[in-house]
Structure formats: structure tokens, C-alpha cells
């Protein structure tokens, strides 16, 4: 049975006061037993004392990328286990915001989700197209492409340790908007393309999470959808009453 997942990434968001003013109001609101697994992502900065806060509760803290080395001359990068021995287990990757501002590859992605799963880190993978793509019809192609580039060379086993996040970078911020509809349908064909990859055991265990622009007046419509497991969450993850309402829209 797949897990429902609800991950805020709060991005370039929030100084240490304001990550802790956040955090207090999460514990206050959230209920002991959400109806889905609870992710908050917040800035490297504040990682450790997010760790610290949410001990003893249900919300798991992930960093919002991470290098594909294990140490050495890369100034300002961060490795997967400087993550974990700050408490960090789960990782964003391949997020639109990275492939566009930071140039990352499908090729560089699956170094960082291998260095990621040989640290026994679980990933959430996010892929996506943009306007361009999905107006000349390319955006199954352009998905399925940035999936075998970066993660079908996975075994099986490690698929467990695998959360997708499918953005449509085309709805976000651009005054188009992407309805369940076209979210289910993406969502299904990601689904089938993992099962002709790997069997149906996997593609039906792995979590597929939507990206695009998830709010507490959408949530319930689009988190109803058969293959949407949830929602990678922007900037409602950043105001705790909204952020809860889209976690207990399930």
C-alpha cells in the first residue's frame, strides 16, 4: 500500500526566527495522526534546529538538494552525510527550480540520486515539462525521458527508497493552470511507464506527489485522483494553517 505524502519545500524562505515561529505553529495544529506522512524542507541553515524541534513528532525534515560527492573542493556544496548527521534522511532532487537556475542534467541527477541511495537516504524526485514541451505535444516523451535518464538504471530494491514529484512547470507561475484531469492523466502514464520498467509490484508502492501549485481550495479535488499520492507543496507549506488543510484534505 503506497504511502499518502504531504512535503512542504519551503525554498529560499524563512531565517532562523521565522523557520522557528513556523515549526511552533505546526506543532500546535498538527494532529498526532495526520492523515498523510508530513515532510517540511527547510533552508540548510535551519535543518538541525527543524531536526531538534520536530523530535517526538510526525514530521519528517528533508534538505532541498544536495552534491553527488562525498567531500572535497566544492566550495558552498553540501554532502549526503553531512545531511544525516544533522538528522536528515530525505532529500529533494532534480527540483525545476535546480534544472533551470542551476543547469542540472538528468545525467547529473542520477549521480546525486545514486550517492543519495548509497547512503541509505530516501529521494524525492522531481521532473516535469515546461510550456514549450507540453504546446508541441512532447511533455509524455519529455517526462518519460527524464525518468530512464535518472532512474532506470535502479534496481528494484531500491525503488523503496524512491518519492516522485511531478512538477508541470508549464501551470506554475505562468497564469496557465493544470486541472486534476490533466494531473491524473500525467500521473497514470508515469505509473504505467514504471510498470513496463519494473512490473506493476513497484510502479503500484511507489508515491507520485504533484507539484503544481497545490492549495487548501484544490487539495481535496486533486488528491482524490486515483494516482496522485499527495503534493510537493510551495508557497502554502510556508503558513501553517494552510499547509495543514492541504495535508488533511485526504
Known sequence: MRKNIVAGNWKMNNDLAQTQELIADLKKQISAAPAA??????TYTNLYPAFEALKNTPVIVAA????????GAFTGEISAAM????????VILGHSERR??????N???AEKVNTALENDMTVIFCFGEELEDRKADKH?????????????HLSKENWKNIILAYEP???IGTGETASPEQAQEMHAFIRKSIADAYGSEIAEEVSILYGGSVKPANAKEIFAKEDVDGGLIGGASLKAEDFLAIVNAF
Open 83 to 90: 545531511l544525516k548527521s544533522v538528522g536528515v534522511e530525505t
Open 107 to 109: 545525467e547529473l541527477l
Open 140 to 152: 509524455f516523451d519529455l517526462v518519460e525521458s527524464q525518468l530512464k535518464e535518472s532512474l532506470y
Open 37 to 42: 506522512t508530513v515532510m517540511i524542507a527547510p
Open 64 to 71: 532541498q538538494n544536495m552534491h553527488q560527492n562525498a567531500s
Open 169 to 171: 512547470v508549464w501551470a
Open 100 to 105: 533551470a537556475y542551476f543547469k542540472e542534467s
